[in-house]
T-cell receptor, first 109, second 117 residues
């Protein structure tokens, strides 16, 4: 089993749709969780951290489920500009981040 | 404030040739990473520095790859000789040291796209 796995994608959704991505991790000691967004031929950029209690930033909501060892990202009211690849990153304390393979999202007009 | 700066952005070389990439992290960031990213994959760690010290180079193919971070600021990643399979994007990232259990977020440079012919 890979350390970090994500929904294989691609996800093709119409504008205004709600879409959810999941990311599972194998190391139960992991403490740091992030979602990154990567546009085509660009570098990954931090979208949001994921906190134990869950957190929301505008149309984006991140959740952590430690018992099942997964994090999720929910995007509401999808915009064309949300089209990108979404990468999850997971790290145990003091250790390196491990990235998932990413899930590609295409929001269609 | 300037972000992570990498150069060159693009490099095309023939196999068996050497190549070097340079990275200048965000000012004040002690931790520097080199990642490799293949098409359709997430970044994979090659080496991590804490100041001048390489604290994790277990994924660096040491027969042909080398890296250094003199003075704990800029870093270079070298491949000699390059092979066809080394074609990828080489990403540099930095983070501020964070105490406690959480690892600080990574800030990436734009990457150096290598094509080996």
């Amino acid at each position: 089993r890979k350390e970090v796995e994500q929904d294989p994608g691609p996800f093709n959704v119409p504008e205004g749709a709600t879409v959810a991505f999941n990311c599972t991790y194998s190391n139960s000691a992991s403490q740091s969780f992030f979602w990154y967004r990567q546009d085509c031929r660009k570098e990954p950029k931090l979208l949001m951290s994921v906190y134990s209690s869950g957190n929301e930033d505008g149309r984006f909501t991140a959740q952590l489920n430690r018992a099942s060892q997964y994090i999720s990202l929910l995007i509401r009211d999808s915009k064309l500009s949300d089209s990108a690849t979404y990468l999850c990153a997971v790290a145990p304390p003091g250790q390196n981040f491990v990235f998932g393979p990413g899930t590609r999202l295409s929001v269609l007009p | 404030e300037a972000g992570v700066v990498q150069s060159p952005r693009y490099k095309i070389i023939e196999k068996k040739q050497p190549v070097a990439f340079w990275c200048n992290p965000i000012s004040g960031h002690n931790t520097l990473y080199w990642y490799l990213q293949n098409l359709g994959q997430g970044p994979e760690l090659l080496i991590r520095y804490e100041n001048e010290e390489a604290v994790d180079d277990s994924q660096l193919p040491k027969d042909r790859f080398s890296a250094e971070r003199l003075k704990g600021v800029d870093s270079t990643l070298k491949i000699q000789p390059a092979e066809l399979g080394d074609s990828a994007v080489y990403l540099c990232a930095s983070s501020a040291h964070s105490g406690g259990s959480r690892t600080g977020e990574l800030f990436f440079g734009e990457g150096s796209r290598l094509t080996v012919l």
